[in-house]
């Protein structure tokens, strides 16, 4: 089994909204923090969102304040980014990544904090 695998990604309107889901396998439990990245085409990857598991530690990009939601379930199992207000310039190939667990963790936004990345999920919004 894949170590993370994102599910979610779409096409939608501006203004519409997502929800993307990274399913972690038993390789990525005990991660201290988890990181939502997007890349858009012939720009950089960056950090979208991060997250102290298993706390209501959150960390936005400001592109993403007050419209992204970072978050997981119950079991830290599986890991969520709720998109809304999704604009043409949040189009971009999104990835979750996770730690070697038990790592210390200092910035979840940080990708060099992560050893483990998803195959990614595209989302694309229309004007």
């Known amino acids: 089994q894949a170590p993370l695998i994102e599910s979610g990604g779409g096409s939608v309107q501006a203004g519409g909204s997502l929800r993307l889901s990274c399913a972690a396998s038993?390789?990525?439990?005990?991660?201290?923090?988890m990181g939502w990245f997007r890349q858009a085409p012939g720009k950089e990857r960056e950090g979208v969102a991060g997250?102290?598991?298993?706390?209501?530690?959150?960390y936005y990009a400001d592109s993403a304040k007050g419209r992204f939601t970072i978050s997981h379930d119950d079991a830290k199992t599986t890991f969520f980014l709720q998109m809304n207000d999704l604009q043409p310039e949040d189009t971009a190939m999104y990835y979750c990544?996770?730690?070697?667990?038990?790592?210390?963790?200092?910035?979840?936004?940080?990708?060099?904090?992560?050893?483990?990345w998803g195959q990614g999920t595209l989302v694309t919004v229309s004007s």
């Open positions: 997250i102290f598991v298993g706390t209501p530690h959150t």
């Open positions: 038993r390789n990525t439990f005990g991660s201290n923090c």
């Open positions: 990544a996770a730690q070697i667990p038990l790592t210390r963790c200092v910035d979840p936004l940080r990708q060099s904090e992560y050893s483990t």
